[in-house]
């Protein structure tokens, strides 16, 4: 009899399978496997350099990878392009982020509800014909803290509320599979709790993988993390299973204050 599989195939919402990208002789990714259990949150890391956002760009379908594969839900989606990834569910954060800075938060929000219902954005539409969205944008801005603000434009929002602007625009395509690259990137820090605890409000029900170089941040927010360097798995663990690691101390090694 043979013996079951260590893990079901379900189990897994997104997987990297051998994935490479090659550039013009350099090897940038190189055989990379990554599986993001369901209904997780993952965190990949790495210090600068190692390949965290070409592996994001090839788990999006912003890049094609040289070698290997990625999987959606078990469905080899390796040749779909972005658009078509992010209708079935998979999204990454600020990807739509051009928020538009003279629109309000509201408008910003229906903007990608239009897009989201498959309907094209119209500036010459009337009014009237985007104003059914109107309740469901306030729903989404209520969930990132914003319904105050739904009046605001988004150069009148602070650097955080940007960030909970751009949020609550993906979560406007309703992903499955969210991908956040680096959400506390250049805030300060009053900003960065709130949005680490609005990341674990809106990660539920959902699999989240985020690339994030604030390790406070992934030691609060993630069950798993996978380490980066030079392109490869260095290794992949609990956080206190990597941060004990001896490679990964001496990969980052003057790259951040502590692990």
């Not at 990208?21 to 350099?49: E, Q, T, W, Y």
């Not at 070409?54 to 989606?77: A, E, Q, R, S």
């Not at 938060?105 to 903007?111: G, K, T, W, Y």
Request: charged letters at 20%.
């Amino acid at each position: 009899m043979k013996a079951p599989p260590e893990q079901n195939a379900g189990d897994y919402a997104l997987e990297a399978c051998n994935l490479g990208k090659s550039f013009g002789g350099f090897d940038a990714v190189k055989g990379v496997n990554l599986k993001v259990r369901r209904g997780s949150v993952h965190a990949l890391i790495g210090p600068n350099g190692a390949g965290k956002t070409t592996c994001f760009n090839l788990l999006t379908k912003t890049l094609t990878p040289t070698t290997g594969k990625v999987l959606l839900d078990g469905k080899d989606i390796t040749h779909l392009r972005t658009s078509e990834v992010a209708r079935l569910g998979l999204v990454r954060s600020f990807q739509i982020s051009a928020t538009f800075p003279h629109l309000t938060c509201l408008e910003n929000v229906r903007v990608a509800l239009q897009s989201g219902h498959g309907k094209s954005f119209r500036f010459w539409s009337p009014i009237s014909s985007v104003e059914p969205l109107n309740g469901q944008a306030m729903d989404l801005l209520e969930q990132v803290g914003l319904a105050e603000s739904a009046a605001l434009t988004a150069t009148e929002l602070s650097y955080g509320k940007k960030r909970a602007l751009e949020i609550a625009t993906t979560l406007a395509l309703e992903p499955r599979v969210m991908l956040l690259d680096e959400p506390t990137a250049g805030m300060g820090h009053e900003d960065i709790a709130p949005i680490t605890e609005l990341i674990r409000k809106v990660s539920a029900g959902r699999t989240t993988l985020i690339v994030e170089h604030n390790l406070s941040v992934v030691s609060n927010l993630c069950e798993r993390i996978t380490v980066l360097q030079h392109g490869e798995v260095l290794v992949e663990g609990t956080y206190d299973e990597v941060s004990r690691n001896e490679e990964v101390i001496t990969a980052y090694m003057g790259g951040v204050d502590a692990l």
